[in-house]
Nanobody
Framework: QVQLVESGGGLVQAGGSLRLSCAAS????????MGWYRQAPGKQRELVAR???????NYADSVKGRFTISRDNAKNTVYLQMNSLKPEDTAVYFC????????WGQGTQVTVSS
């Protein structure tokens, strides 16, 4: 089992910044992918950004140039720095861990006011 603990969500005005953190613990594989997804009300969950343990990653087009994903493999932690936030970024953000299994965090609310 892998446990994911997220932190850092909240309420911010448009143009502001937030930083999300997700710490993984448990039976973590040395080769894995960690990332962030989000789900807005009435919409499907979508990929925001992800990065594997070798450092390769990708972003949703909607966040490129504004969000940055990073990892600290020694701490089994993934971060999402979100800048220039827009109201359409409002969603519950979920941390994701994958190796031959897949786990979700409990989700953290990000609300961007206009």
């Amino acid at each position: 089992q892998v446990q994911l603990v997220e932190s850092g969500g909240g309420l911010v005005q448009a143009g502001g910044s937030l930083r999300l953190s997700c710490a993984a613990s448990g039976s973590i594989s040395s080769i894995n992918v960690m990332g962030w997804y989000r789900q807005a009300p009435g919409k499907q969950r979508e990929l925001v950004a992800r990065k594997d343990s070798s450092g390769s990653g990708n972003y949703a087009d909607s966040v490129k140039g504004r969000f940055t994903i990073s990892r600290d493999n020694a701490k089994n932690t993934v971060y999402l720095q979100m800048n220039s936030l827009k109201p359409e970024d409002t969603a519950v953000y979920f941390c994701s861990y994958s190796d031959y299994r897949h786990y979700w965090g409990q989700g953290t609310q990000v609300t961007v006011s206009s």
